[in-house]
T-cell receptor, first 116, second 113 residues
Framework: DAGVIQSPRHEVTEMGQEVTLRCKPI?????LFWYRQTMMRGLELLIY????????DSGMPEDRFSAKMPNASFSTLKIQPSEPRDSAVYFC??????????????FGPGTRLTVL | GDSVTQMEGPVTLSEEAFLTINCTYT??????LFWYVQYPGEGLQLLLK?????DKGSNKGFEATYRKETTSFHLEKGSVQVSDSAVYFC????????????FGAGTRLFVKA
């Protein structure tokens, strides 16, 4: 299995531009998580989906952030408009999310976002 | 709510030294406990896990025992190598949390040759 795939690996954009990050989870996994990692704030859970349905988006910083999961094999995280403080590494992770219990999360390599 | 507290880093050790990274947790139910490792430029990956009290997780020479009485899950390794230099995250997950995993702040380990 190829593991969790994220694209792009690096993104440099200017303040005010729209940014779209993409994630393909491991086939057969039914839970998907978006995280943000910075030196100051560490690893933060932004949103997670179970069976393509958003379960908890309380970590999404503000309305500029949105996430979708149109099918079991694809998810996007969009920032519009982007700001310099959004600069971070964004990770996508997936798990098999066995009903009734927790499970190991498998992380992608991350997207390093720089907003100038 | 649930939380994980782990020792602050960085931790700097010489090769072949003994490693302990402390981790304690608070949880409302009966969580599973994890240690993840993050190597430079990569995402987190599972190092080991334990799903119930007194279970011991182990992998690559690392061990951690689920201690319910002390709500702890300390990571240990008897002899570290330079290649163990990374950031280590303690984490918990329980079904009452809806499959969410709560991560600690991470502890950076440097191992000198």
């Amino acid at each position: 299995d190829a593991g969790v795939i994220q694209s792009p690996r690096h993104e440099v954009t200017e303040m005010g531009q729209e940014v779209t990050l993409r994630c393909k989870p491991i086939s057969g996994h039914n839970s998907l998580f978006w995280y943000r990692q910075t030196m100051m704030r560490g690893l933060e859970l932004l949103i997670y989906f179970n069976n393509n349905v958003p379960i908890d988006d309380s970590g999404m910083p503000e309305d500029r952030f949105s996430a979708k999961m149109p099918n079991a094999s694809f998810s996007t995280l969009k920032i519009q408009p982007s700001e310099p403080r959004d600069s971070a590494v964004y990770f996508c992770a997936s798990s098999s999310g066995l009903a009734g219990g927790p499970d190991t999360q498998y992380f992608g390599p991350g997207t390093r976002l720089t907003v100038l | 709510g649930d939380s994980v507290t782990q020792m602050e880093g960085p931790v700097t050790l010489s090769e072949e030294a003994f490693l302990t990274i402390n981790c304690t947790y608070t949880a409302t139910g009966y969580p599973s406990l994890f240690w993840y490792v993050q190597y430079p430029g990569e995402g987190l990956q599972l190092l080991l896990k334990a799903t119930k009290a007194d279970d011991k997780g182990s992998n690559k020479g690392f061990e951690a025992t689920y201690r319910k009485e002390t709500t702890s899950f300390h990571l240990e390794k008897g002899s570290v190598q330079v290649s163990d230099s990374a950031v280590y995250f303690c984490a918990l997950s329980e079904s009452t949390g809806g499959f969410k995993t709560i991560f600690g702040a991470g502890t950076r380990l440097f191992v000198k040759a």
